[in-house]
């Protein structure tokens, strides 16, 4: 049985999380929109998603482009958890995801690290 959950509560789940981000990391983070949706529509079981261009891969024709995008999806999400608690672990675990991302990180190095 999914978790019942707000979206506000939620959204402030998600808050919390980025919070949690090193301010060193912080202040690197440029251009970049963090997004709550129910679902991945191609994905229905994603957890969360990272679109756009990582920092490691900007050149000097990324000027002027529309922000990244990190989406978390709070029904996949709270189908997955069995309570609140389990919710605010995965909730950190896939912002941290997709932060990292953003950073150049890629799946494999992230499940090494153990954030997969």
């Known amino acids: ?12 789940l998600v808050g ?5 981000i090193p301010p060193e ?9 963090v997004l709550i949706e129910s679902r991945n ?3 229905p079981h994603l957890l969360g998603l990272y679109h756009g261009i990582a920092l490691t891969e900007r050149d000097s024709h990324y000027g002027g482009s529309l922000p990244d995008t990190i989406t978390i999806y709070q029904d996949a999400i709270l189908e997955i958890c069995g309570d609140e608690n389990e919710v605010v672990e995965e909730v950190a675990i896939t912002v941290i995801h997709e932060i990292a991302h953003y950073f150049g990180i890629d799946e494999d190095r992230l499940h090494e690290l153990g954030w997969g």
Request: glycine share 0%; aromatic share 4%.
């Open 1 to 12: 049985m999914p978790v019942s959950m707000s979206a506000d509560r939620f959204e402030e």
């Open 41 to 43: 529509p191609e994905d």
């Open 25 to 33: 990391l912080t202040r690197a983070i440029d251009n970049v929109v």
């Open 16 to 20: 919390d999380a980025l919070d949690t």
